[in-house]
């Protein structure tokens, strides 16, 4: 059963693990289409400092998801996932001393710590698509390098810009609509968003991806940010045409709780933003958990808009926390899939 997952991110990973789980009962072939918008922290570096064609970040976590537990690719995979720190004491290289004569010395480049705050897997990625020149290259050889049950595929063949107009998000301007640019920026935004779009509008869609979706038997959308991970796949017109196009099922995972970007949204309100963005899009279920979904009716009568049956399950972590359980995530998917063989 091949199954494409959509997003970005902390979300993306937990749908990814979740399919992994759902793995162990279903025969499943996992995609996942990674948005291609990250500018912040290792990722926004990366794109500035060396003109990255993708930002690897989301990339790499996806890739993590899927890695096999054997020692030896769990080890490669933990390692994708280490942070360099800053050093304790910044310009004074890690280099072996110098012997000179009866005196010892310590070598120093006085350099600024390039390496703090970027993670290996990052480094690898920019490196593997730097030296093969094609980023599905690039990410199939890291797979390979993870064990990955599963592949990774960016949504677009270049990096992209979100940009979003953002009701009261300067204070001195309140009431005002003013445009925030940049994913890492719209995601922190204070206020509330009110329409969002990709910079360019019309990015080339990767076409590895487009067959995907074109062959697959499920379409999942989310968990995740959803103006910032899980919208921008609808705004990517090649690969939105591909989507409503597809005669897979299609799957969407909602959110346990609100996040900064999405302040305002009520759960109900995250479906409709898809019919907003793609009203062609069509659904079959809606998964939501049943103590973070609120007032069910209102969410039953949204996925009735998009064609879908409301599925509540208890797909939450056990400590109260708003962070889906991947292996509780598993296991409502494993009926909901399996019905559809």
């Not at 074109?214 to 968990?223: E, K, N, S, T, V």
């Not at 017109?237 to 009520?266: C, F, M, Q, W």
Request: proline share 8%; charged share 20%.
């Amino acid at each position: 059963m091949r199954v494409v997952a959509f997003g970005g991110g902390h979300g993306l990973s937990a749908s990814l693990r979740a399919l992994r789980h759902a793995g162990r009962d279903l025969d499943l072939e996992i995609t996942a289409i990674v948005t291609v918008g990250d500018d912040g922290g290792s990722s926004g570096r990366l794109r500035v400092e060396r003109d990255a064609l993708l930002p690897p970040g989301d990339l790499r976590k996806a890739l993590a998801s899927l890695a096999d537990q054997a020692p030896a690719t769990q080890l490669t995979a933990t390692l994708m996932q280490h942070r360099f720190v800053a050093m304790k004491e910044p310009g004074v290289s890690v280099l072996p001393p110098v012997v000179r004569g009866p005196r010892v010395e310590r070598r120093s480049d006085h350099s600024k710590d390039s390496l703090a705050g970027h993670t290996v897997g990052n480094l690898l990625l920019l490196g593997l698509m730097e030296l093969l020149g094609d980023p599905v290259a690039a990410l199939d050889h890291a797979a390979t390098m993870v064990g990955a049950h599963g592949r990774v595929l960016p949504m677009a063949l270049h990096a992209v810009g979100i940009e979003a107009d953002v009701r009261d998000a300067d204070p001195a301007r309140p009431g005002e609509r003013v445009t925030v640019r940049g994913q890492h920026s719209v995601a922190v935004a204070d206020g509330q968003v009110e329409a969002v779009r990709l910079v360019p509008a019309d990015p080339p869609a990767c076409p590895q991806a487009l067959a995907a979706v074109r062959d697959a038997d499920w379409l999942i959308f989310g968990p995740g940010s959803w103006y910032t991970s899980v919208l921008p796949h609808l705004l990517v017109p090649g690969l939105a045409a591909a989507i409503v196009a597809s005669p897979a099922r299609r799957l969407v995972s909602l959110n346990l709780t609100t996040d900064k970007e999405t302040h305002g949204l009520s759960t109900a309100g995250h479906l409709a933003a898809l019919h907003r963005y793609l009203p062609e899009l069509r659904a079959d279920v809606v998964l939501a958990d049943a103590k973070w979904a609120g007032e069910p009716e209102p969410v039953r009568a949204a996925a009735q808009e998009l064609g879908a049956e409301l599925l509540l399950a208890p797909v939450a972590v056990a400590d109260g926390s708003p962070r889906h359980d991947p292996e509780a995530l598993g296991v409502a998917l494993v009926p909901v899939l399996g019905a559809a063989r």
